[in-house]
C-alpha cells in the first residue's frame, strides 16, 4: 500500500509561508484506500495548516487519538465541525483527568472537552485496550507492554481515578502508536511514546508479525530520557533496520542531534509541512 504521512502540527514549522507551530502533534495520513487523521494537536494550528498544505479534512475515514493530552487532541472539535460524523478510535483511559507539576505549579493537562460535547459534534468513539484494525493495512498499537529497565513514565504526571477520587502517577496506559503496513515496509507513527519507543518497537513488531520496521514518525519522549539511554535507544533503530526516523515535538533538541549525528541521511526533523512516503 502506497503512503503519504505529512505532519500538520508540531512545535516547529518546516514550511515557508502560512503554517504555524504550537506543542503538540498531528499527522494527515494518505493511502490507497482513504486519508485519515492522527491527534490533531493543541488546536491552535489545525486548521490552518490543513488549507496550508491542501489537505482535506473532509476526507477523513477515521480519527485516531493516541492518547488523552491536551496537545494532542486539543482539535478535535474544529476538525469534526468541518468533518461531520467520524468514528474516533482510541483507548478507553482517554478521558481520564489528567495534571502535571512543574515548577510547583499543577496544570490540567487532560482532554479539555467532555466525552459528551464532542459526541454532538459527530463523534463515534471506539475505544479499544488491544490491537485494533481502524483501515486496511491501519492499526493502532493497543496497550504497550513496560518491558525496558530505562523508560520511565514522568513521576510529575498524574491522574485521577475512575471514581475522582486518588490522585496517583499516571501510567498512561491509552499511549497507543499507529502501525501502518506501507509498500515499503511498516511504518510507526508516534503521538508522544510515553510507552517508551523501545517498548513501543518491540510490540509492533510482535505484534504486526515483522522483523524489520522501515520508518518512524513523530514524538519519541527523548526529551525526558537520560543521554546515557540513547544508546540503547540507537542499538534498537539498528537492530530494526530502520531506514528513515522523523523526529517530532518532544524529542528534545539535544538528543535530536545526536540521533543526527549517529543516523545520518536517516535522520530528518519531523516539523510541520514534514512528509514521510512509503
Given at each position: 500500500?502506497?503512503?503519504?504521512?505529512?505532519?500538520?502540527?508540531?512545535?516547529?514549522?518546516?514550511?515557508?509561508?502560512?503554517?504555524?507551530?504550537?506543542?503538540?502533534f498531528?499527522?494527515f495520513?494518505?493511502?490507497?484506500?482513504?486519508?485519515?487523521?492522527?491527534?490533531?494537536?493543541?488546536?491552535?494550528g489545525?486548521?490552518?495548516?490543513?488549507?496550508?498544505?491542501?489537505k482535506?479534512?473532509?476526507?477523513?475515514?477515521?480519527?485516531?487519538?493516541?492518547?488523552?493530552?491536551?496537545?494532542?487532541?486539543?482539535?478535535?472539535?474544529?476538525?469534526?465541525?468541518?468533518?461531520?460524523?467520524?468514528?474516533?478510535?482510541?483507548?478507553?483511559?482517554?478521558?481520564?483527568?489528567?495534571?502535571?507539576?512543574?515548577?510547583?505549579?499543577?496544570f490540567?493537562?487532560?482532554?479539555?472537552?467532555?466525552?459528551?460535547?464532542?459526541?454532538?459534534?459527530?463523534?463515534?468513539?471506539?475505544?479499544?485496550?488491544?490491537?485494533?484494525?481502524?483501515?486496511?493495512?491501519?492499526?493502532?498499537?493497543?496497550?504497550?507492554?513496560?518491558?525496558t529497565?530505562?523508560?520511565?513514565?514522568?513521576?510529575?504526571?498524574?491522574?485521577?481515578?475512575?471514581?475522582?477520587?486518588?490522585?496517583?502517577?499516571?501510567?498512561?496506559?491509552?499511549?497507543?502508536?499507529?502501525?501502518?503496513?506501507?509498500?515499503?515496509?511498516?511504518?510507526?507513527?508516534?503521538g508522544?511514546?510515553?510507552?517508551?519507543?523501545?517498548?513501543?518497537?518491540?510490540?509492533?513488531?510482535?505484534?504486526?508479525?515483522?522483523?524489520?520496521?522501515?520508518?518512524?514518525?513523530?514524538?519519541?519522549?527523548?526529551?525526558?530520557?537520560?543521554?546515557?539511554?540513547?544508546?540503547?535507544?540507537?542499538?534498537?533503530?539498528?537492530?530494526?533496520?530502520?531506514?528513515?526516523?522523523?523526529?517530532?515535538?518532544?524529542?528534545?533538541?539535544?538528543?535530536?542531534?545526536?540521533?543526527?549525528?549517529?543516523?545520518?541521511?536517516?535522520?530528518?526533523?519531523?516539523?510541520?509541512?514534514?512528509?514521510?512516503?512509503?
Amino acid at each position: 500500500m502506497k503512503v503519504t504521512a505529512t505532519i500538520l502540527c508540531e512545535n516547529s514549522v518546516g514550511v515557508p509561508f502560512g503554517a504555524i507551530g504550537e506543542h503538540g502533534f498531528a499527522c494527515f495520513l494518505e493511502t490507497d484506500h482513504g486519508n485519515y487523521l492522527f491527534d490533531t494537536g493543541q488546536g491552535l494550528g489545525i486548521m490552518a495548516n490543513a488549507a496550508v498544505l491542501h489537505k482535506d479534512l473532509t476526507s477523513l475515514r477515521a480519527i485516531m487519538i493516541s492518547h488523552g493530552h491536551y496537545d494532542h487532541c486539543g482539535g478535535l472539535p474544529s476538525v469534526l465541525k468541518q468533518r461531520g460524523p467520524v468514528d474516533v478510535f482510541g483507548h478507553p483511559e482517554m478521558f481520564r483527568r489528567r495534571e502535571i507539576t512543574r515548577k510547583g505549579r499543577v496544570f490540567d493537562i487532560g482532554i479539555p472537552y467532555r466525552r459528551n460535547y464532542l459526541q454532538g459534534l459527530g463523534a463515534r468513539f471506539r475505544l479499544h485496550r488491544e490491537l485494533t484494525e481502524v483501515g486496511p493495512g491501519i492499526h493502532l498499537s493497543g496497550e504497550v507492554p513496560r518491558k525496558t529497565a530505562f523508560e520511565k513514565g514522568d513521576p510529575q504526571m498524574t491522574g485521577w481515578d475512575a471514581d475522582g477520587k486518588a490522585l496517583t502517577p499516571d501510567p498512561l496506559n491509552d499511549d497507543l502508536s499507529l502501525l501502518v503496513e506501507s509498500a515499503k515496509g511498516l511504518i510507526v507513527i508516534l503521538g508522544c511514546a510515553h510507552a517508551g519507543l523501545v517498548n513501543i518497537l518491540d510490540h509492533a513488531t510482535a505484534t504486526m508479525g515483522q522483523e524489520r520496521v522501515y520508518a518512524i514518525i513523530g514524538g519519541t519522549h527523548l526529551g525526558f530520557s537520560p543521554s546515557r539511554h540513547m544508546d540503547a535507544i540507537l542499538a534498537a533503530i539498528d537492530r530494526y533496520d530502520i531506514q528513515k526516523i522523523g523526529v517530532s515535538h518532544c524529542t528534545g533538541f539535544v538528543n535530536a542531534a545526536r540521533l543526527h549525528s549517529a543516523l545520518g541521511e536517516r535522520f530528518f526533523f519531523g516539523s510541520v509541512g514534514s512528509v514521510l512516503e512509503g
